[in-house]
């Protein structure tokens, strides 16, 4: 509180300060304030302002190295064989932004390809069906979206409504699939769509579409 009972602002908001260096020194020049109390209150009204400045640069920075970071994780998400540009500063913002678009690219990646639980052939008499028989009114079954990882197969798996009590590699021709309980998500390599699953397996079958045409 000073003699004259003129406060400083202390919460350094976005705004001009009611008291600068500048205005303490025009107090003491017209006699309102004594030349002791108007030195020792310009050089508190300094460190005020600097503080105030530091505070506006440190928050422009952090804004600059967010929205840095944050092009770099796109830019990382879209080419994973790229390496990945470092932001030294906040690297964890950087790598949760990172997780958050790979978890984004995939969930679109999963929904978009119309991935579906389909039958094959678990009824009595019923010949198997394979994904292109299952896909026929779905725009065709595509090769190129089959799971990568048992981590995605399970998203697939969830999304389809199916709670895989043990998730294991498979290998089947007809992989992945699940007979009700056990689920196997790794198909051999090759053209897969074409195969048909055995008596009581049901496929996971990746439609172009997940609507009827």
Same mark, same amino acid.
């Given at each position: 509180?000073?003699?004259?009972?003129?406060?400083?602002?202390?919460?350094?908001?976005?705004?001009?300060?009611?008291?600068?260096?500048?205005?303490?020194?025009?107090?003491?020049?017209? @006699?309102? $304030?004594?030349?002791?109390?108007?030195?020792?209150?310009?050089? !508190?009204?300094?460190? %005020?302002?600097? /503080?105030?400045? *530091?505070?506006?640069?440190?928050?422009?920075?952090?804004?600059?190295?967010?929205?840095?970071?944050?092009?770099?994780?796109?830019?990382?998400?879209?080419?994973?064989?790229?390496?990945?540009?470092?932001?030294?500063?906040?690297?964890?913002?950087?790598?949760?932004?990172?997780?958050?678009?790979?978890?984004?690219?995939?969930?679109?990646?999963?929904?978009?390809?119309?991935? @579906?639980? $389909?039958?094959?052939?678990?009824?009595?008499?019923?010949?198997? !069906?394979?994904?292109? %028989?299952?896909? /026929?009114?779905? *725009?065709?079954?595509?090769?190129?979206?089959?799971?990568?990882?048992?981590?995605?197969?399970?998203?697939?798996?969830?999304?389809?409504?199916?709670?895989?009590?043990?998730?294991?590699?498979?290998?089947?021709?007809?992989?992945?699939?699940?007979?009700?309980?056990?689920?196997?998500?790794?198909?051999?390599?090759?053209?897969?769509?074409?195969?048909?699953?055995?008596?009581?397996?049901?496929?996971?079958?990746?439609?172009?579409?997940?609507?009827?045409?």
């Amino acid at each position: 509180m000073w003699e004259a009972g003129i406060r400083m602002e202390t919460n350094y908001r976005a705004c001009s300060f009611p008291i600068t260096p500048d205005r303490i020194t025009n107090l003491w020049q017209t @006699g309102k $304030v004594s030349k002791d109390t108007a030195t020792q209150e310009y050089m !508190r009204a300094k460190k %005020h302002v600097k /503080a105030y400045l *530091d505070n506006v640069e440190f928050h422009s920075r952090f804004e600059t190295n967010f929205a840095l970071a944050s092009l770099g994780a796109i830019a990382f998400a879209r080419s994973p064989h790229q390496v990945a540009p470092t932001v030294p500063w906040r690297r964890s913002s950087f790598l949760r932004i990172q997780k958050l678009m790979e978890i984004s690219l995939k969930v679109s990646r999963v929904a978009g390809a119309g991935f @579906g639980m $389909v039958c094959s052939g678990s009824d009595v008499g019923q010949e198997p !069906r394979s994904c292109e %028989h299952t896909c /026929a009114a779905r *725009d065709g079954c595509s090769e190129e979206n089959w799971p990568q990882s048992e981590e995605e197969f399970k998203d697939i798996a969830k999304l389809a409504g199916q709670e895989c009590s043990t998730v294991q590699e498979g290998g089947a021709k007809y992989d992945p699939s699940t007979d009700g309980r056990h689920c196997g998500w790794s198909g051999p390599e090759g053209q897969r769509c074409a195969e048909a699953g055995d008596s009581g397996t049901y496929r996971f079958c990746p439609c172009n579409s997940d609507r009827e045409l």
